[in-house]
Nanobody, 125 residues
Framework: QVQLVESGGGSVQAGGSLRLSCEASGSIYRGAGMAWLRQAPGKERGGGAGIDGFGRTTYADSVKGRFTLSRENIKNTLYLQMNSLKPEDTAMYYC???????????????????WGQGTQVTVSS
């Protein structure tokens, strides 16, 4: 069983910053891939940023250069630093963890077995 506890969401004006955290506990595979994926109202879940078991990252084009993903393996914690936020970044952000070691970071929801409850990010213009 894997538990994911997310924090750091909130409301911010355009141009502002937020930092999301996700602490994972339980039976986590060493080197598991992790990601922050987002879902806006009426849209499919996806985008965001992912990191594989070796620390390699991938970002959706819409967030490249503005978001930075990092992980602290000792604490099994994933961070998403979001800068220069835009109204179109408004979404529910979900932390996700794969059930196996991954080679190559992924933004595909099908690659992740465990999900957090989500944390809302709202960016006003």
């Amino acid at each position: 069983q894997v538990q994911l506890v997310e924090s750091g969401g909130g409301s911010v004006q355009a141009g502002g910053s937020l930092r999301l955290s996700c602490e994972a506990s339980g039976s986590i595979y060493r080197g598991a891939g992790m990601a922050w994926l987002r879902q806006a109202p009426g849209k499919e879940r996806g985008g965001g940023a992912g990191i594989d078991g070796f620390g390699r990252t991938t970002y959706a084009d819409s967030v490249k250069g503005r978001f930075t993903l990092s992980r602290e393996n000792i604490k099994n914690t994933l961070y998403l630093q979001m800068n220069s936020l835009k109204p179109e970044d408004t979404a529910m952000y979900y932390c996700a963890v794969s059930s196996r070691m991954t080679w190559g970071a992924s933004l595909a929801t099908s690659d992740y077995a465990y999900w957090g409850q989500g944390t809302q990010v709202t960016v006003s213009s």
